[in-house]
């Protein structure tokens, strides 16, 4: 279960209240991402998967067929150029998977069907199983520039940067690393030149 907050503009001393509670994860929840234009918001975790939650009305959003690709891990949110939003996905089995708002919902926002509707409004668009295929731990995406860029950090002590294509539907390799004194963490874009910090789960390194 997500709980949502919201500011309650009457309180003087600024205090957030609940404004709704999202059901639908019976277990764990892995991550949770807000999209680009704050309207949704991606939650994973356990046997249910990935849910999309519209946060106007608090009701799940559609989502295309998941695959058995082991559990979801991480979640990023990346913004089209075409005006649609892109949802990238990492699993425990070293997948990276791409969920692209479909062509309909783009004409149309930022109206979303309700999970009783049959019609999906995301295409998953891309799969793709990356180096040895160790759990993905964590993920980053730079937008400042195109093309947008991923950093993917793996439990297998691998570091991957890839860049999206235009449409934001494939990607293609920029570097990939083995740090075998680091199990990554958190990743980091830092710099306009691509630069990357890796943050070791266990040992404090950097």
Known sequence: MISSLS???????????????LSGHRSNINAVAFSIRGV??????????????????????????????????????????????????????????LWKQNEQVRRKPPRFSIITQRQDTFDEVYCQRLARGGEITCMSVDGTRAPT?????????????????????????????????????????????GGVLVFSKWNGMV
């Open 7 to 21: 500011l309650n503009p009457a309180s003087k001393s600024g205090h957030y209240e609940l404004a709704g509670e």
């Open 40 to 97: 949704l918001v991606a939650s994973c975790g356990g046997p249910e998967g990935i849910k999309l939650w519209d946060m106007l009305s608090l009701r799940e959003v559609a989502t295309p067929a998941q695959g058995e690709r082991g559990e979801v891990t991480v979640l990023a949110w990346v913004d089209g150029d075409d005006g649609g939003e892109t949802l990238c996905i990492g699993t425990n089995t070293g997948y990276l998977i």
């Open 149 to 193: 860029r991923i950093v993917i950090g793996m439990v297998d002590h691998i570091v991957v940067v890839v860049r999206l294509d235009a449409a934001a539907e494939s990607t293609k390799a920029v570097f990939g690393v083995h740090l075998p004194l680091i199990e990554p963490a958190m990743v980091s874009f830092y710099d306009t030149a």
